[in-house]
């Protein structure tokens, strides 16, 4: 019998976070590359892959601006996230050929905002069959690359793609 081991996600899953200040404006601040997972900066906005991903390929889009509610960001930061969303879409079709996307955001902590101060969208490539009964029994994502890999791959295409 195999083992599948996902240490990364052992904090995660037993809830131990720290408490060092809003994820997303901590990622904004630090410099860009595999250990913060950003991989494009745009005027308004960022790009970042998710640590904890549904799937290869999870990106999100992230406002600078320290927002809970949408409607709270100025209009060149709602345009440039559509613009930016579409790019990540049309890249995720070049790189992993998914068979569809979910794509949206989740505003507040009912709705199921994992941080709910600070609004984001997600990018999630989808495939048939790719949800299966470890994410249903073991709380546990099956995900055939890398973080890593991941990043290489989206950042080389996001920079060859006008």
């Not at 390929?57 to 509610?69: D, F, I, S, W």
């Not at 960001?73 to 345009?79: E, P």
């Not at 559509?82 to 049309?90: V, W, Y």
Request: proline content about 4%.
């Amino acid at each position: 019998m195999g083992h599948l081991w996902t240490p990364w996600r052992k904090k995660y899953v037993q809830g131990q976070h720290e408490d060092q200040g809003c994820i997303f404006c901590l990622a904004a601040a630090a410099e860009d590359g595999v250990e913060n997972l950003v991989f494009f900066r745009g005027m308004n906005n960022y790009m970042i892959l998710n640590r904890y991903p549904y799937t290869n390929g999870h990106l999100m889009c992230v406002p600078y601006a320290h927002e809970e509610r949408l409607e709270d960001l100025d209009r060149d930061t709602r345009v440039e996230m559509m613009d930016l969303i579409t790019k990540a879409e049309r890249v995720l079709k070049e790189v992993y050929h998914p068979e569809g996307f979910n794509i949206g955001m989740n505003l507040g902590e009912i709705a199921g905002a994992g941080v709910a101060e600070h609004l984001h969208m997600h990018i999630v490539p989808r495939w048939a069959g790719d949800t299966n009964f470890m994410t249903a029994v073991g709380s546990t994502r099956v995900l055939p690359e890398s973080l890593v890999e991941t990043y290489q791959r989206v950042r080389l295409a996001w920079e060859e793609m006008d």
